[in-house]
Each structure stands twice: as C-alpha cells, then as structure tokens.
C-alpha cells in the first residue's frame, strides 16, 4: 500500500532551482534513506514532506489525501533533527509531552506514552533532567522518544547521527534500525553517510543536485549503480574510473596501448570505437594469480593498513592511470612496490561518457 | 581569563580596582555628607568630609514634612511617580521590543526588510530630537500630565529591539521547527520557547531601561505642568534652580540620594537574577 508519493515535485529560491522534479513513492513501514552529497537537496525534500518548507510545483500525498496546502502540525508526522532541537528550558519529559499537549492530550494518556517510550529508550531515569544535562547520546534517544510519543505515520530524520562521536553513531544507527523494525512506523532518514544509508535502508534513494540519481535496494545499488556519480558515491574507497575504448565490434575494450580486455558478447557495439568510462570497485581488484587472463601492473604510491583490509593507491604502470585497489588485510605492501594485479570482466561497470548513464549489458 | 599568578600582578589589579571605585564613590560620598548637615555647616568653609547629625531631620524634611518656606515639598510623591514612569517605559520597552523583534525573525512578511529598516531609523529620533512634535501629539491627545503622556513617548525602542533580534538569531532554527511539527502556533511558540529562553536579555535589559526611564529628565520637565506629576529628577531640578534664594544643598543632595537609591534597588534585586541566569545557563 502506498503511504507517501512525491510527484514531480520541484523547489525553488527565487530563481533557482534546487530540486528538478523527484518523484517518489513509499510503502507503509519501509525504511527509506535517501543519501546525496551536501547541498544535494535531500534535506529540502524532507522539509518539504514535513512541511516546512512550501513545495513550487508537484504533489505530495499520504495515503492519496493532497496534503500540498497542510501545515506541518497535520501531516501526521513527527521528525527528529540533527541538532535535536530540544527545547532547552524543559526537562525531558515536558520535551517529549510538548507535542502532545498541543494536541489537547489527556495528561494521564500523555504520562503512559511517556513512560512506556523512556522504558523503551531507557530514559526512564533521565526525564527530570533538561537538555543540558545530558549526553549527545542521552539527547538524541530523547528526540527520538519526542518523536515516538506522537505515534506518527511517518518518522523523518535529518541527518540525525551527525554530531555524535563515531562510536555512538554505531550504537545508535542500530537502535534507530531495532526501533524502526519494532513500531513498524514508516520512516525516511537523511543522511550522507553511506554507511548509514547502506545498513539502514529498506529503500536508498541516491540524489544529487536536485535530482534523484537512483533508487533502489543498498545492494541493487551497489551492484548496479544507475550512473556514474552513483557508482562514486556509493562503495568506499571510490570506485575507479578509466578512460577506455570501445574496438573489435564491441567485444574488447582497450585500456591502453597494452592492456585489452575481451568479453563473450558484443553488448558494447553500439560504442564501437568510442571512449566509455569503466568503473572497477578497488574490491574487484585482486592480486593477480599465475593462470589469470587479465594482469596488469599497479605502481603504489601510498598505502593504507587498516588490519582488516590493505588499501593500496597507485598509478598504472602501462598509461599511468590512477587506481586504488582494497586487499586483504594480510597482504602487505608498501611505496614503489609493482602489484600485478587482475580482476573478473563480470564485476566490470560502464558508463557512457557523456551522459554518465549506465550502459546495460553484462 | 588571564591568570594572575604573579603576585604583584594580583596588587596591582586590586589597587586598580579601589582606585576606580573611590573615583566613582567620591561624589556619591560627598553627597551623602552633604544630605547630612545643615545648610550653614555647607556654606561655611572647610566643606565637612564626614557624616553630620542632621540626617534623619534633612530626610525626614524632604520625604514628609515638607519645608514650604523653603519651597521643599514632600518627595514622596515624586518617588511614585518616578518608579511607575520608568515601569511603564522598561515594560513597555520590553513588550514592544520583543514583540516587534519576534515578527522580523519568524516571519516572512512583505516590507519586512523595510520595516526594520524604519526601526533602525528611530535610532537617529530620540525624544531632544523630536521634543516638539510630540509634545503637540501628547497635547492634542489629553495626555500632558498623565503617566501615559510621561511614558508613551519614551517606549519605541530601536535599541532593545536589536537586542531582542540578536538574542533570537542565536536560537537554532530547528527549535522553530520542531515547534511547527509539534503543533505548535507562532504565539505558543512566542509564549512557551521564546520567551522563556529570552529570560536572561528581559532581566538585563529590564535593569537598563528602568534606570533610562528613572533618568529621564527633558521629556518630563516639558509634559508635565502639575507638581502631583512631577518626577523626583524634576523636584531636584526645581529646588536648584529656585529663585531668589540660596540653594537648599543639604535637601537637594538628600533627595539625590534618595533618587540613587531606588535604581540601586532594582539593580540589586535583577542581579540576583542575573547572576541566575549567568550561572544556570540554558543555551
């Protein structure tokens, strides 16, 4: 059933704009995270379903009622910031019962929503203490319960892990992902953590300059990024892109003087003899073995040891284009060092180079 | 905060200090002994440098009994209506202020830029500036010798507006925000974040414009006619300036003092506040 459908819709500033038309449409309980660059506009969408900010043209609906016109207060909604925004002088039970006070509440009902929200997000202990007495974690479980208490339709977060210390962010990206799969509650979060967005995601939406890039599953995503700067942006360490051509009746690609790559099919005949970009994830690299078909040689210019993984940066000893490849962690390398290293055509994407588009073929 | 380790550091800064304040003291000292001693022990040198006897008869003189021969009326009155213009003023002040300062904030309205453009101007009209106008205003409307005609004129303030806005801009705007979402109209928000994150700025800026409305000086002289509607700065006036006789120092420097006394008041009673609102710091 869908819950919320974004169409066509477009912002703009005076005479800029900043979103280009996004359409958009999300079931009920799904867990939607739409990731982009900053200034991409994801966060302008989100106020624009929250309704804090007015939508140029388009249409918003939840659950097919137009609600375009309809201040924030009766979307049915409840958001949590990147800053919290809690007010300051309450304490964090008058914080979490604000909302439901101006909905003319019972304060014997708000008190049970209360409790049993501090029970699950264990600030059954915290509530008569205000903001500032609390930690950045402690605060962001209050906005949360803010959030919940309300027992909206539709949760939205802002970027809400950004100004918490990495371990935390951990922490609390499970919590929120726990929370979310309990209640159920139709969710979409902002962020530009791929981390964030990969694991939370029943639906990641790829945006940039005001567009959406791709939508999809994190794996669909990953595995078939729609263009390139999808293919960039999503994975870490970048993906790497090379200049390539196109020869043979599309069948083989032409790295550079030395190094070609065949392929069974011709799904590249279209490009016969023109530069494509190809895109090989530093995963898909790997060191080369006696009987691989494919090698070719990697000077490393700086290296990476993390324990679990290696990663090597460096330049290609033929044509001298840049590359980073991510090895294993036992594999040790080090500065001027000559890796031979090889990969398998099917893990291989294309680009057009123009458009940027993903060419369909392998 | 410079650490003043060295210890001739720590006397210096305190020689400092107690220079500075005998230089403000000093003639706050000299009119306190002046309200203590008779108008002869004044005008005869040397000009006393310690506290006379006549203390409780110069007080006594010019808050109750009045010296009619002398021209010196009860100041009691005076008193009231001082402290009630300068309530009004430092309230209304505030009132306005906040009010005007909340709507150029939050809200985007048309001529906003416009209208705070207007405000910014009335920084260039004080009242000297725009005595006679409104004077005639304050005329034609009944209101000389009134405390709206003392008060009314004196309230529109750019300054405290200003204050107002600063204090609002370092709000997060998520704070607005999370109030819309809550359900919250723009008054409720006004009432139930704004104004009690705004405590601290009210309390300080309350002090300031009380003791500018205490202060005030030309605008009552020219409003007010009636000696019932006179302000305690006004009756000290009156009895300087008198004619045909000497100057009652001793009961001029009484009522100075007594004059002093009521903005200290508040300042002491806000400080408490203050220091509050410094300590328990909420943002």
Known sequence: MTMLELKDIKKRYANTEVIHGVNLSIEKGQFVVIVGPSGCGKSTMLRMIAGLEDISSGNITIHGKLVNRLPPKSRNIAMVFQNYALYPHMNVYDNMAYGLKMRKMKKADIKVRITKAAEVLKLTDLLKRRPKDLSGGQRQRVAMGRAMVREPELFLFDEPLSNLDARLRVDMRLEIYKLQRELGITSIYVTHDQVEAMTLADVLVVMNHGHVEQMGTPLEIYNKPATQFVASFIGSPEMNFLDVKVCGDGRTIKLNDQITLPFAGSFLDQYERRQIVLGIRPEALHIAEKNDAIQFAMRVDLVEALGSDTIAYGRMVHGDARLVVKLSGHIRTHVGEVLTLSLRPSNLHFFDKTSGKRIIGL | ?283
Not at chain 2, 36 to 46: C, K, N, Q, V
Not at chain 2, 123 to 134: D, H, K, S
Request: aromatic letters at 14%; one cysteine or more; glycine letters at 4%.
């Open chain 2, 1 to 283: 905060m410079l650490v003043d380790k060295h210890p001739f550091l720590r006397v210096a800064t305190h020689v400092c200090l107690v220079v500075g304040i005998l230089f403000l003291m000093l003639p706050i000292y000299f009119a306190f002994v002046a309200s203590t001693h008779s108008l002869r022990d004044l005008l005869t040198a040397p000009i006393p440098f310690l506290p006379g006897k006549m203390l409780f008869h110069n007080y006594y003189t010019v808050l109750v009994k009045g010296a009619p021969k002398l021209g010196v009326n009860p100041v009691d009155r005076m008193l009231l209506n001082s402290f009630i213009m300068a309530m009004f003023i430092a309230v209304g002040k505030i009132v306005v202020s906040i009010l005007s300062a909340f709507a150029i904030v939050y809200f985007r309205f048309p001529f906003r830029k416009l209208c705070f453009w207007m405000i910014f101007a009335t920084l260039m009209l004080p009242v000297q500036v725009r005595i006679v106008p409104t004077f005639q205003i304050a005329a034609s409307l009944d209101l000389l010798n009134t405390y709206t005609g003392l008060s009314l004129p004196l309230i529109a303030s750019a300054t405290a507006t200003f204050l107002f806005r600063q204090c609002f801009l370092t709000l997060p705007d998520e704070l607005c925000d999370a109030a819309r979402i809550d359900g919250a109209g723009p008054m409720r928000f006004f009432w139930n974040v704004v104004l009690p994150l705004s405590k601290i700025n009210i309390a300080s800026l309350f002090v300031i414009m009380f003791i500018y409305g205490w202060n005030q000086y030309l605008w009552p002289l020219v409003a007010t006619t009636s000696s019932k509607m006179s302000t305690i700065v006004l009756s000290m006036q009156k009895l300087a300036t008198a004619a045909d006789q000497i100057p009652q120092w001793n009961y001029i420097m009484a009522i100075a003092i007594l004059a002093l006394l009521v903005p200290l008041l508040v300042v002491l009673v806000m400080q408490r506040w203050f220091v509050k609102g410094l300590v328990d710091s909420e943002k």
